[in-house]
């Protein structure tokens, strides 16, 4: 695989936190992005914005021109994919999915197949009608993120490629003190502050490549193979 890549066999990959975390569910995730939806491109748009476009280089990079990005949210991702990558998205938030179809038509993104309500835990797409599913700060939000790698598994052809930008844990300090605070929060969040990447992989060895990304390290880059 092309581009840099860095694994970090040395940090630690820990079980489930064994502090209580708060569940999330379809209608929690669905609350909190109601909320959010309005300021969501103005509160974390710029501080996303780096690993976004590192995730989107990466896809760009990649053979397949089938697309699909699992919690498009507003579409900030969409106007970096190349035009010979045909896209669709999928968000579980009407309201996010709403603004995503502004920015399309005010841009004029004909690559952008269709953008549609979906759960993310359980696609409508037959197996293997993508090359490249690409899930930027999603696993985090939904329920079962072992079960969202099911189905990215499921609808990308055997060979191809599935990437993750997300935030994961920190094993120790100030920031990891912070996170485990926050974690009874989740629902009000819409997100998982704890997360781990053993929440979402078996261990660092199923990934090709872990690269941080700017700012500061807060979210890390994952390519999975497919198969």
Same mark, same amino acid.
Not at 45 to 69: D, F, I, K
Not at 121 to 134: G, K, L, Q, Y
């Given at each position: 695989?092309?581009?840099?890549?860095?694994?970090?066999?040395?940090?630690?990959? %820990?079980?489930?936190?064994?502090?209580?975390?708060?569940? #999330?569910?379809? !209608?929690?995730?669905?609350? =909190?992005? +109601? @909320?959010? $939806?309005?300021?969501?491109?103005?509160?974390?748009?710029?501080?996303?914005?780096?690993?976004?476009?590192?995730?989107?280089?990466?896809?760009?990079?990649?053979?397949?021109?089938?697309?699909?990005?699992?919690?498009?949210?507003?579409?900030?991702?969409?106007?970096?994919? %190349?035009?010979?990558?045909?896209?669709?998205?999928?968000? #579980?938030?009407? !309201?996010?999915?709403?603004? =995503?179809? +502004? @920015?399309? $038509?005010?841009?004029?993104?004909?690559?952008?197949?269709?953008?549609?309500?979906?759960?993310?835990?359980?696609?409508?797409?037959?197996?293997?009608?993508?090359?490249?599913?690409?899930?930027?700060?999603?696993?985090?939000?939904?329920?079962?993120?072992?079960?969202?790698?099911?189905?990215?598994?499921?609808?990308?052809?055997?060979?191809?490629?599935?990437?993750?930008?997300?935030?994961?844990?920190?094993?120790?300090?100030?920031?990891?003190?912070?996170?485990?605070?926050?974690?009874?929060?989740?629902?009000?969040?819409?997100?998982?502050?704890?997360?781990?990447?053993?929440?979402?992989?078996?261990?660092?060895?199923?990934?090709?490549?872990?690269?941080?990304?700017?700012?500061?390290?807060?979210?890390?880059?994952?390519?999975?193979?497919?198969?």
């Amino acid at each position: 695989m092309t581009g840099p890549s860095t694994i970090h066999a040395a940090r630690p990959l %820990q079980d489930q936190p064994s502090h209580r975390r708060a569940a #999330l569910d379809a !209608e929690a995730v669905r609350e =909190a992005y +109601r @909320r959010w $939806a309005g300021v969501y491109d103005a509160v974390f748009g710029a501080v996303s914005s780096p690993a976004r476009q590192r995730a989107v280089a990466a896809v760009n990079r990649l053979s397949g021109t089938r697309v699909l990005e699992v919690g498009v949210g507003t579409g900030l991702a969409l106007p970096l994919y %190349q035009p010979d990558k045909q896209v669709v998205g999928i968000d #579980l938030s009407s !309201e996010m999915l709403a603004h =995503a179809r +502004r @920015r399309v $038509a005010a841009q004029g993104l004909s690559n952008v197949e269709s953008l549609l309500e979906m759960d993310a835990e359980a696609m409508t797409f037959a197996d293997a009608s993508f090359d490249i599913a690409v899930a930027m700060f999603t696993a985090t939000v939904v329920p079962n993120a072992r079960q969202l790698l099911a189905e990215m598994r499921r609808v990308v052809k055997p060979g191809g490629h599935l990437l993750f930008v997300n935030h994961f844990r920190a094993e120790k300090g100030v920031r990891w003190w912070v996170e485990r605070s926050m974690a009874p929060l989740a629902r009000k969040l819409g997100w998982h502050p704890d997360f781990a990447l053993t929440d979402l992989l078996s261990s660092a060895a199923e990934a090709t490549s872990i690269e941080e990304c700017p700012p500061f390290g807060i979210f890390t880059l994952v390519q999975v193979p497919n198969g």
